[in-house]
């Protein structure tokens, strides 16, 4: 029994190490960050310099992009 659980952690630590799945693990948790944001006041996201708006587009992108990164992108652009 002892090996299968090892077996079994060994190959889920291999899955989420490599990959697609690792990267959709690292943007999930970017957008539950990201979503967090939401939680501050408009006048707190303004001394970040950051618009509700923008954090809400960056809170649903799909989960092949990572929020924080394309949030950070538009905050550069504007």
Not at 25 to 30: E, G, T
Not at 69 to 75: N, S
């Amino acid at each position: 029994m002892d090996d299968y659980v090892m077996q079994q952690a060994r190959f889920a630590g291999d899955v989420f190490s490599n990959g697609i799945l690792a990267r959709i693990h690292a943007n999930w948790q970017a957008r539950r960050a990201t979503a967090k944001l939401l939680n501050l006041s408009d006048c707190s996201l303004s001394d970040i310099g950051m618009k509700r708006a923008d954090v809400a587009w960056a809170a649903h992108q799909p989960l092949n992009v990572n929020a924080t990164t394309v949030l950070a992108e538009r905050m550069r652009r504007a």
